[in-house]
């Protein structure tokens, strides 16, 4: 028994936008909570939120989380995510309740104009990336650590955005990015870091009891009952709904499904606003031939782990699919949106700097069924081991990241 007097253990925070719908973001603290035994947490994002309906977390508001830590030690721990290049505006509309995102949508002018202003009023912190935080700024704070974060176009940033982020980051005691391009930037910016694969990468070594549960349970069943000889796991965003787009991406899944006689099960990465909609599939489906071609309602976390990890492939411009399907060694690959200019992406970054290079990384909608049938010809046991390194680089990097917090 520890001695009564003895202090009580640090409080680590695990801070990052889980407050909202996004796959990838429900999934990380859940990761980090994991590989944290025994510590006392606590979960923050920008606002308060509870999402435990879809497998998620209750959250609180950091700028409350922090006014009720008194003058006790804490440690702050982004927990993952392209948290680098998220502007205040940005964050305001993906928290935005339904009825309120026309407005904060349209608050983009007021916001150029006081940013710092706007942000303490809409998010309750005066910061143009608010999902970054720095150690300057809080006196009891013991550590602060940046968790395989990503922020691809930070360069492309206005300056006093960037010159934020890099401040903050100059502040912290360790940072680890999740690909080379961010990697680059900040040594540039004389910032020292450490790779690390996204921690979504140890999904199936953590949860995949609770994933093959949800994969029992009647939303993923009904699925497979319905595609007999397996299914393509498909998501797109919303911005991927021109008649145009929805026209090629039916054709390309009716040629890819026939190929190789599969259905299609369509699926939310996130149902945040600027995510996914089910409205978008159900146009896509009208225009499909493949007659198992279905749209799997729910939302929640270990439901989308499940369809993804019980598919033959999957395809979709969520990152997190890729990475959740890349865990289960599951064939899979991005979807490139058509006005897409830039060469780099978070998904091709990741992709780049951790796939194998036989994996058919990004294909634009034109090429979506030539790119599933390479993914379908992925040999299985690479896609093993792949998985199986992906997890054994994340922990030995987590751990030595722990080892500074003591």
């Known amino acids: 028994m520890k001695d009564a007097m003895s202090p009580a253990p640090i409080e680590t925070i695990l801070f990052g936008a889980f407050d909202r719908h996004n796959f990838g973001d429900l999934l990380f603290p859940h990761v980090l909570a994991r590989m944290l035994p025994g510590r006392r947490l606590r979960f923050a994002g920008l606002a308060g939120r509870d999402l435990r309906e879809f497998g998620g977390h209750r959250v609180e508001a950091i700028a409350t989380q922090l006014g009720s830590t008194g003058d006790q030690s804490f440690d702050i721990v982004h927990v993952g995510g392209e948290l680098l290049t998220c502007d205040a505006w940005e964050a305001a509309v993906m928290l935005a309740p339904e009825d309120q995102v026309h407005a904060r949508i349209g608050a983009q ?9 706007w942000a303490l009023a809409n998010l309750g912190l005066p910061a143009h990336a608010p999902y970054v935080l720095s150690k300057a700024d809080f006196s009891c704070a013991r550590r602060v650590l940046f968790n395989a974060v990503g922020g691809v176009e930070l360069g492309e940033r206005d300056a006093l955005m960037r010159a934020e982020v890099i401040d903050a980051l100059k502040h912290a005691d360790d940072i680890t990015v999740r690909d ?13 870091t450490r790779r690390l ?196 680089d994340y922990r030995a990097g987590f751990e030595r990241a722990v080892a500074l917090t003591g």
């Open 197 to 392: 694969p996204d921690p979504a990468v140890m999904v199936a070594e953590l949860f995949g009891e609770t994933v093959r549960e949800h994969a029992m349970g009647e939303t993923v069943s009904s699925i497979r009952e319905a595609c007999r000889n397996g299914y393509l796991a498909v998501q797109f965003s919303a911005d991927f709904a021109d008649d145009r787009t929805l026209d090629e991406i039916a054709t390309q899944l009716d040629t890819a499904a026939a190929s190789n006689d599969l259905g299609v099960a369509f699926f939310r990465a996130g149902i945040a606003p600027w995510h996914d909609t089910l409205e978008a599939y159900e146009r896509t489906r009208l225009r499909m031939r493949t007659p198992s071609a279905r749209l799997m309602a729910s939302a929640n976390l270990w439901d989308i782990c499940a369809v993804i990890a019980g598919s033959r492939a999957y395809c979709g411009s969520s990152l997190h699919g890729s990475i959740v399907a890349a865990a289960f060694a599951v064939p899979h690959l991005n979807l490139r949106h058509p006005a897409r200019t830039t060469a780099h992406s978070k998904q091709t970054a990741f992709a780049r700097t951790w796939e194998d290079a036989s994996a058919p990384g990004e294909v634009g909608v034109p090429y979506l069924a030539q790119g599933i049938a390479t993914a379908l010809g992925v040999d299985r046991r690479r896609l093993e081991r792949r998985a199986q390194a992906l997890v054994d």
């Open 109 to 117: 002018r007021e916001w150029l104009r006081h940013p710092r202003e």
């Open 180 to 192: 080379a391009v961010t990697q680059r930037l900040l040594e540039a910016e004389g910032i020292a």
